[in-house]
């Protein structure tokens, strides 16, 4: 069974840092590239991050740039979120997802989401 099971999420205030981890297995991990997407309260889905499935490109969206590192341990099967600087605005459910494609904002696994919120 495919499973993308994310962790690392919780309560943190504005300034502060997190690192989500997604823990991967049931497919080849270091055949895909990873991407984190999240969903902010009332809004729809935010592409955040994307890294190939070497680690060797990133891509991240604008509204993220410089506060946030995505990476990866091919040999632990597990992606990684690290976010600094965190802003209210960060508020959201964080998704680990898998593509075929660095740049085509298509998914094949999805995980089971992780909230993070940003508050005073």
């Known amino acids: 069974e495919v499973q993308l099971v994310e962790s690392g999420g919780g309560l943190v205030q504005p300034g502060g840092s997190l690192r989500l981890s997604c823990a991967a297995s049931g497919f080849t991990f270091s055949s895909y590239a990873m991407n984190w997407v999240r969903q902010a309260p009332g809004k729809g889905f935010e592409w955040v991050s994307v890294i190939n499935n070497g680690g060797g490109s990133t891509s991240y969206a604008d509204s993220v740039k410089g506060r946030f590192t995505i990476s990866r341990d091919n040999a632990k099967n597990t992606l990684y979120l690290q976010m600094n600087s965190l802003k209210p605005e960060d508020t959201a459910v964080y998704y680990c997802?898998?593509?075929?494609?660095?740049?085509?904002?298509?998914?094949?696994?999805w995980g089971q989401g992780t909230q993070v919120t940003v508050s005073s």
């Open positions: 997802t898998a593509g075929r494609s660095f740049y085509l904002r298509q998914y094949d696994y």
